[in-house]
Structure formats: C-alpha cells, structure tokens
C-alpha cells in the first residue's frame, strides 16, 4: 500500500503500525517510562526557560556572594582566594593556573564595596531564583504558585538552604584533601545526606503543601543519585573548559566556562522539579492529586 492508497482508505502501512507499536510498547517499559515522561514534563514547563532566568540570576548574584564571602572568612588572604581554591579543586596548571588566580583576586582594598555589590545582587536577583524555582515546582506539580509575603519568605529559606548547602559542599571538599580514607567516606556521606535533605524539603518548603514524605522520599532519592552524576560531570566539563576558554581568551574565558557550568546545574534543578513531580503523581495517586490541587487552590484564593 503506498501513501496515496493509505490517505484514501484511513489506513497506514503495516510497516508504520508496526513501528508504532514498538515505540509504544518500548515507552510503557519501567525503565523507559518514567525518565521519558520526566522529559515531557520538562518541556510542558517550559524548563529551558526557567532554567536561562535561574543561571543568569545565580551568576550576577550568587557567584559573587560566594567569592566575596570566602574572600571574608579567609582575612582575604592573598594565599587562600577563591582563585586558588579552583584552581586547586580543578588541578589546574600553568597559564591557565594564573589566569584564574588572576580572575578571582583578593581585592582586599574594595572589599567594602565588593560587599555591598554583591549583598545588593543577592536581593534583587538572588530571589528572583527562588522565584523562579517556585514557579518551576508549581507547573511540575500542577499546583497554583504562592503569593504575596508567603512567596518571598518561603523563597527566601529555600535560597539560604541552598547557599548554606553549597557552603557545606566546598568546605567539606577543601577538608577532605590529604586526609584518611575513612573521613572522606564521612566526607561524602554527609554530602550525600545534605543532598538528599534538600530535595527532600523543596517541594513542601516551595509550595507550602502538606506532601506525604513517603511520597516524596523516592523523588529524593533518585535526585540525590542523578546530582552525584551531574556533579560529576559538571566538574570534568568545567575544567575542560577554564583550560581551553581561559587559555584563550583569559578572565573572559574563565567568566564564559563558568556561564556554561551554572547553565547546566540549573537546567538539572529544573529537571529535578519535573522529576519530583512525576514521581509524587505516580506514588501518590489520583485521588492524593486531586485533593492537593484543590487545596492549592483555596489556598491561593484566601
């Protein structure tokens, strides 16, 4: 049967039936389903746009806050900068070593003012983020998005959770280097645990929802597993990319490697909404869904 005969009787070609039925058939396996409809749901919350609005706010005002504030923890001492922690993080060398050394100096005579730029981006911008992931959360799990002084209040404890993580996760990293195996095991099962907290709390810190924890435990969990990866990852590429991006175009360079990476990390906390949501819908059932929409929305009405 060719196309012609097939537009005139209503019919495909067997070969095209077949086709879709094995597409079909492979979509409805475990291991296929749920990562496939994680992706959907990604898309259907438009997840490469929230994820553009979070890495351009995390990089005006969370980037600079970190550095600043280990500059002040340090004394700004010109031999612990945030430079030289990259660098020795990303066992970088040479040149390129410089470069960044270079790109994060201490500044210790604007340290003042470098303050006030950064706690002044932080307002503006850094709840912005937490805006952001709010809204991220609420499309995930079909829920209405808070309002009013709820919003940023509850944005805002989400943000200091997720810069006093971050803060764990370098200090840890930093301690861990020359030390007995056993500490770094300790080292990485608290990682692992505050990892596992924090995408355990989000939904109910963002949406304000009494979620079953039980529901939400296996969400975490697979979070938690796909961060250590993405991780990982993020921290090959970013090194790859100071290396090459900085040798050729210097602090510029270094400033373009680290877009990319915060890029990347916030496409993957978008993609955990979405994931979470799935995964709360499936353990919880309709019913469960239903009556968490509605009082969603009366929530958002009073």
């Known amino acids: 049967m060719d196309k012609a005969d097939a537009s005139r ?51 005006i005002a969370v980037i600079p806050l970190l550095v600043i504030g280990y500059a002040f923890l340090e004394g700004f001492n010109p031999d612990r900068s945030f430079g030289t922690v990259v660098v020795h993080d990303l066992r970088l060398t040479g040149s390129t070593a410089q470069i960044v050394r270079d790109t994060f100096s201490n500044a210790s005579s604007g340290k003042n003012v470098a303050l006030s730029i950064s706690v002044i981006s932080l307002l503006i911008t850094g709840l912005d983020v937490s805006a952001t992931a709010q809204t991220a959360y609420a499309r995930a799990f079909a829920m209405t998005p808070l309002h009013g002084a709820q919003k940023y ?22 301690l861990v ?28 810190l963002l949406l304000d929802l009494p979620f079953a ?3 939400l435990v296996p969400g975490a969990a697979v979070c938690t597993a796909a961060a250590i990866i993405v991780h990982a990852a993020a921290a090959f590429l970013l090194r ?49 869904v239903a009556a968490m929409e509605k009082q969603s929305a009366d929530m958002s009405t009073s």
Not at 153 to 174: D, H, V, Y
Not at 245 to 259: D, E, N, P
């Open 9 to 59: 009787t209503g019919k495909l070609p067997s070969w095209i039936s077949s086709a879709r039925r094995q597409q079909e058939k492979l979509e409805q396996h475990r291991w296929v389903a749920f990562p496939l409809a994680s992706l959907r749901r990604f898309n259907q919350i438009e997840g490469k746009h929230l994820a553009l609005v979070i890495a351009a706010n995390l990089f």
């Open 153 to 174: 209040l509850r944005g805002a404890a989400w943000l200091i959770l997720l810069l006093a993580g971050s803060g764990i996760a370098l200090a840890l990293r930093s």
């Open 177 to 204: 280097a020359g030390r007995p195996l056993w500490f770094v095991l300790a080292a990485v099962l608290v990682l692992i645990a505050c990892e596992f907290g924090f995408f355990l709390v989000t939904p109910r």
């Open 213 to 215: 924890w039980r529901d």
């Open 240 to 288: 790859k990319w100071v290396g090459e991006y900085g040798h050729a175009y210097g602090g510029f360079g270094v400033g373009l490697s680290l877009i990319a990476f915060v890029g990347i990390i916030a496409s993957f906390w978008v993609w955990i909404a979405a994931v979470m949501g799935v995964w709360w819908e499936r353990r919880a059932g309709p019913a469960a």
